[in-house]
């Protein structure tokens, strides 16, 4: 089997047990309180409320790379992201994200990771953000740390993103495209903590820590729509 039907099936896969926790949520327990490695979560933008999104479609200037995105609609499977260690610092699945802990944010539906550089995004002339890589796998440019008040990042807590290689922080200020994506608002990185930067894990799939440490079957605390 080649490497394209491997993805595939993987992708597919990762939607199924999306959906199958969120049939079975009734019967998950109590829901978490703070992101844990290895969900699946969705991130919204407090200040424009729109949720980080992307597709395969790519940037007709810049990079090139495929485009990243805010969207207004709740139920877009496009705007999933898998929370994920860097290649070196892990994170062990069902651990808490700590304030100032390094990850990577890779979109579900694309393999791609959360990635920025110095290319000017296409409305704003702010910094671009894409999304790079295959399977997961890209470079030290995919790697963001999470800036948060406690010890850990809390679902209820607006938190920001520092890209590690630039020093800048993952924001929406409202531009918005025409075709093929009219009325998706630009995505990029800006230097400064503004409210245009402040985030908020939302709907998804939680893997509880308890379980995941003690070696059992996985299991999920999902939040839907």
Same mark, same amino acid.
């Given at each position: 089997?080649?490497?394209?039907?491997?993805?595939?099936?993987?992708?597919?896969?990762?939607?199924?047990?999306?959906?199958?926790?969120?049939?079975?949520?009734?019967?998950?327990?109590?829901?978490?309180?703070?992101?844990?490695?290895?969900?699946?979560?969705?991130?919204?933008?407090?200040?424009?409320?729109?949720?980080?999104?992307?597709?395969?479609?790519?940037?007709? *200037?810049?990079?090139?790379?495929? !485009?990243?995105? #805010?969207?207004? /609609?709740?139920? +877009?499977?496009?705007?999933? =992201? &898998? $929370?994920?260690?860097?290649?070196?610092?892990?994170?062990?699945?069902?651990?808490?994200?700590?304030?100032?802990?390094?990850?990577?944010?890779?979109?579900?539906?694309?393999?791609?990771?959360?990635?920025?550089?110095?290319?000017?995004?296409?409305? *704003?002339?702010?910094?671009?953000? !894409?999304?790079? #890589?295959?399977? /997961?796998?890209? +470079?030290?440019?995919?790697? =963001? &740390? $999470?800036?948060?008040?406690?010890?850990?990042?809390?679902?209820?807590?607006?938190?920001?993103?520092?890209?590690?290689?630039?020093?800048?922080?993952?924001?929406?200020?409202?531009?918005?495209?025409?075709?093929?994506?009219?009325?998706?608002?630009?995505?990029?990185?800006?230097?400064? !903590?503004?409210?245009?930067?402040?985030?908020?894990?939302?709907?998804?799939?939680?893997?509880?820590?308890?379980?995941?440490?003690?070696?059992?079957?996985?299991?999920?605390?999902?939040?839907?729509?």
């Amino acid at each position: 089997m080649d490497a394209f039907n491997v993805a595939l099936i993987s992708r597919t896969l990762t939607c199924f047990f999306v959906s199958l926790a969120y049939f079975s949520r009734a019967s998950l327990g109590t829901e978490l309180s703070f992101v844990t490695c290895g969900s699946v979560v969705k991130l919204l933008n407090v200040k424009h409320n729109v949720r980080l999104h992307s597709h395969d479609v790519r940037y007709g *200037s810049g990079s090139g790379q495929q !485009s990243v995105t #805010g969207v207004t /609609g709740v139920e +877009d499977a496009n705007s999933y =992201w &898998s $929370v994920r260690g860097t290649r070196e610092a892990a994170c062990r699945r069902g651990d808490a994200v700590k304030c100032g802990q390094t990850i990577r944010l890779t979109h579900v539906n694309t393999g791609r990771n959360l990635h920025s550089h110095h290319f000017s995004s296409p409305l *704003s002339s702010n910094q671009e953000v !894409s999304a790079f #890589g295959e399977e /997961g796998e890209g +470079d030290h440019l995919d790697e =963001w &740390s $999470v800036e948060c008040g406690g010890s850990v990042w809390k679902r209820q807590e607006a938190v920001r993103f520092r890209h590690k290689s630039t020093d800048a922080l993952l924001s929406v200020t409202g531009e918005q495209y025409g075709r093929p994506i009219h009325g998706q608002r630009e995505v990029h990185a800006m230097p400064g !903590s503004t409210p245009h930067s402040l985030w908020m894990a939302m709907e998804g799939v939680f893997i509880k820590p308890t379980e995941a440490m003690a070696g059992q079957d996985h299991h999920y605390q999902h939040t839907e729509f």
